[in-house]
């Protein structure tokens, strides 16, 4: 996508994201409610109207500047509030609550790619409509697998540190609870150092060039 304009990436890159961050969060709410917490669902946060969940640092102006300056696009939303004592099972159910968010996002990159297999299917060098189902269906791809690669990282307050939480016996995962303030900083450090870029890029480039092959792209 290189070769295209602001404009023209924008238009690709804005119903991928603003539903991949959107059906992230729904799904932690949803499966919360399904387990005994209906926190979520009394405030309203299960909707897929991405309104509900915009967080205007996280949704419009980091992936906006991406887009401009980045290879790659990631963003966040508000998160859905959980109560976690309302849970059945609280320790146990927050793994399953935590999950929820990567496992949506896999879900949504294999409808990008019946996205991207119809405009394989109907592709013609002068077809503007498969060449912009192909793109968005690259994006789609490439926005989930980030959102899911990068919230499996076993930082608290990420979902793949709450799993870890969840896994852990109770004085140990109290003591990796306890990253939690932190965790945002030491995500933005691993990012400006490069080092998540390092971690990371292997396994997203092997999981985006496996779901673009399913989409029709060699």
Known sequence: MGDLSLLQKISIWIIPVLFAITGHEVAHGWVASK???PTAKMLGRLSLNPLRHIDPVGTLLIPGLMLAFS???FGWAKPVPVTWQNLKRPKTDMIFVALAGPGANVLMALFWVLVMRVGV???DSEDWMAIYLIYTGIAGITINLILMVVNLLPIPPLDGGRVLVGLLPGPLAWKVSRIEPW???ILIGLMVTGALGYLLTPVL?????GF???GGIQ
Do not use: H
């Open 35 to 37: 387990l005994g917490d």
């Open 71 to 73: 290879p790659f696009v």
């Open 121 to 123: 299917g109907i592709y």
């Open 183 to 185: 965790g945002f900083f």
């Open 205 to 209: 480039s092997f999981l985006v060039s």
């Open 212 to 214: 673009s092959r399913l």
